[in-house]
Structures are given as structure tokens and as C-alpha cells.
Nanobody
């Protein structure tokens, strides 16, 4: 089993940057694809970004391409989401997920973190 804890959320002005972190427990972190999802008020949870087990492949939803970067450090059991050029429409609760990485499509999910709030002001 994997436990995930997100951090790094907060309030930022439009155009600003934030870096989310996700710390994972367990010895099998490197056997999971990792990713980020988000959920805005009144909307369904949506896929944001995913990274393969060794970090060699990434996939992003179109709305964040060129602005967000996902990375991982298997030695630290951590995954990150660098978010630049933030927009008010990026406001949401961001969730870290562990599961299966699929090439060129959203990842499959087995475990979720509790979420961290990101608010972008206009």
C-alpha cells in the first residue's frame, strides 16, 4: 500500500508560480506511475499530468502543456508539479495519485493523497 501526502499549495497571483510536492510512503514507490489530478468546485476531478516509473516519460492535459512540469525523485519517494504562468482557471484542489502510467493518455489510479488547495487570483 502507498500513502501520499501533498504539500505546497497556497494563494498566488495570476502569472505566478507554485511547486507542489507529494511524499510517498512504502518501499515500492518506483514501481508506480505517478501523477496529479485537480478538482475545481462544482466540477469533476480531472487529470493534469503523469510521469512513468523511472521518470523517462511524461504526459499532460492540453490546458497545462508548456506551463506545468511533473518530475519525480525515486530516491526521495517524491513527485513534484512545477506550475508556472498560473491562471485563475487553475484554481482547484490538487491531488497526487499513484497507479499505472499509460503512454499518451491519462494514468490509471490506485492510491490518492488528501489534496492541497491552489488558488490563483486575477
Amino acid at each position: 500500500q502507498v500513502q501520499l501526502v501533498e504539500s505546497g499549495g497556497g494563494l498566488v497571483q495570476g502569472g505566478g508560480s507554485l511547486r507542489l510536492s507529494c511524499a510517498a510512503s512504502g518501499r515500492t514507490f518506483s514501481s508506480y506511475g505517478m501523477g496529479w489530478f485537480r478538482q475545481a468546485p462544482g466540477l469533476e476531478r480531472e487529470f493534469v499530468a503523469a510521469i512513468s516509473r523511472r521518470g523517462g516519460f511524461t504526459y499532460y492535459t492540453d490546458s497545462v502543456k508548456g506551463r506545468f512540469t511533473i518530475s519525480r525523485d525515486n530516491a526521495k519517494n517524491a513527485v513534484y508539479l512545477q506550475m508556472n504562468s498560473l491562471k485563475p482557471e487553475d484554481t482547484a484542489v490538487y491531488y497526487c495519485a499513484a497507479g499505472t502510467y499509460y503512454y499518451n493518455q491519462p494514468m490509471g489510479t490506485d492510491y490518492w493523497g488528501q489534496g492541497t488547495q491552489v488558488t490563483v487570483s486575477s
